[in-house]
């Protein structure tokens, strides 16, 4: 068979060009037209007039960045930390923290009205915290440049895979951002140096953790000098030379291999391994968690069903409440860690289970007594496969925590032609500074 012949590339046009913007894109983007074409500017804001060089060019539209703000929005900012221009950690920092807020709330509504036609009854203030020091989970990229004896670590720069060479983090757990310089320091100084990939990054409210991704092994000087390093900052120390399940700690070499958060609200403490999912900000996800329980309105006689229950976020407050919970989840290990945390918060109405929720999960032993209560906290991508078979159990309530605002509203409209309605809905803002839309929703039937 032939090959179909590459087309060619279309030439970047060259030089700044002027543009006024009209609208923001739902990833933060200025909307402009020029001879009838649209125009993606990153780094602008409604209103304002700005100079722009091309990035990116197809037949339909372009992509530009701001170069220069000739007429300047009273939302504009100057970010607060030196490497916004370039790292992907942040995006937003050149707006006001409120008009961040607006932005989002503007998406999540119009991600309703679009994708799923729907119009809460009422949509509340939205869910803040600290926007500095909030982000307790991170992946930092590291490459080392030999040619120029360069250790580099941080985010990866916008629209990019290279790393933005940072020496601290306003946005990152203070416990550690203010370490990134000793971080590459350490790594330089390491044999090994060009076989750590990456460093994850998770905190807990006492400890933190240091995960390095080595694809070779390391000396046994280099993992000493990753122990000393562990000791004099007070933090673990992992290497992880395979996948996720391979991860082991090197420092301290006793006790348990975990972290924890609590939840004061529900007198909890949930631990969980450093590579676990965990919601990134304490404090948006203690008032998230309050609110879910709240909403649910759960009584001593309802029977619940917490649907990607992780490992038990949810579904041990909710157990505070109810006769008994039933957590859902597809990753074996989290089911495991589920059961770890009611175990030791002497739980005896939870049953955690393993299950693949894009299949028909209603005959399953656990879902055959139905229940009162549920609530779903898929990923990205949603639950269209889940919210089908939910009206099954005949719920009076569901809360919908989303990452997502366009799989919410498309989510949203199967359960309203299933015959419950948006009752609330409101964002909450789980990653100050970026484009991420966290939102939260009440559907009673």
């Known amino acids: 068979m032939a090959r179909r012949p590459q087309q060619k590339k279309k030439k970047v046009p060259s030089g700044l060009v002027e ?75 050149y707006i006001e923290p409120e008009a961040q807020i607006a932005f989002k709330q503007s998406v999540l509504e119009g991600q309703l009205r679009h994708f799923g036609e ?14 500095e020091g909030y982000r307790r989970k991170a992946r930092l ?10 250790m580099l670590i941080g985010f990866r720069e916008k629209r990019s895979g290279s790393i933005t060479d940072i020496n601290q983090c306003m946005v990152m757990d203070e416990r550690i951002g203010r370490h990134i310089n000793a971080i590459r320091e350490l790594v330089r100084g390491l044999a090994g140096r060009r076989d750590i990939t990456h460093i994850e990054v998770a905190a807990g409210d006492s400890d933190l953790a240091l995960v ?12 000493e000098k990753l122990t000393h390093f562990g000791e004099s900052h007070q933090l673990h120390i992992y290497l992880q030379p395979k996948g996720p399940e391979s991860a082991h700690r090197i420092y301290p070499v006793s006790g348990e291999q975990r972290l924890s958060y609590r939840l004061n609200e529900f007198d909890l403490k949930m631990s969980f391994h450093p590579l676990d999912f965990t919601q990134v900000n304490a404090d948006i996800n203690s008032q998230m968690v309050s609110r879910a329980v709240e909403w649910l309105a759960v009584s001593t006689e309802d029977r619940v069903l917490d649907l990607f229950c ?17 957590g859902v989840e597809g990753d074996e290990a989290m089911v495991v860690r589920g059961r770890e945390n009611a175990r030791d918060n002497n739980f005896t109405n939870i049953t955690f289970c393993g299950a693949d929720l894009h299949l028909d999960f209603t005959r399953a032993e656990w879902a055959k007594e139905g229940f009162d209560k549920i609530l779903i906290d898929p990923p990205r991508s949603g639950a269209f496969e889940v919210v089908r078979y939910l009206p099954k159990f005949g719920a009076k309530r569901i809360v919908y925590v989303s990452c997502n605002p366009a799989t919410l509203a ?36």
């Open 141 to 150: 990229g590291v490459r080392y440049v030999g040619r120029r004896d360069e």
């Open 19 to 93: 543009l006024t913007i009209d609208s923001l894109t739902h990833d933060g983007r200025g909307v402009a037209r020029l001879n009838g074409k649209t125009q993606f500017v990153e780094g602008a804001l409604v209103g304002e007039t700005v100079r722009a060089r091309y990035t990116n060019t197809r037949s339909k539209f372009d992509e530009l960045k701001a170069e220069e703000i000739l007429v300047a929005s009273d939302d504009r900012v100057k970010p607060p930390c030196p490497h916004a221009p370039l790292c992907g950690g942040c995006s937003l920092q």
């Open 310 to 326: 992780g490992l038990g976020n949810f579904t041990l407050p909710l157990a505070r409440k109810a006769r008994e919970v039933i």
């Open 410 to 445: 498309r989510d949203a409209g199967v359960l309203v032609e299933h015959g419950y309605r948006m009752v609330k809905v409101g964002v909450m803002d789980m990653f100050p500074h970026t484009t991420h839309v966290e939102s939260i929703a009440l559907f009673e039937k």
């Open 212 to 223: 390095f991704r080595n694809i070779n092994p390391l000396s046994d000087a280099d993992v």
């Open 118 to 131: 729907i119009t809460a009854t009422s949509f509340l203030e939205p869910m803040t915290g600290p926007s």
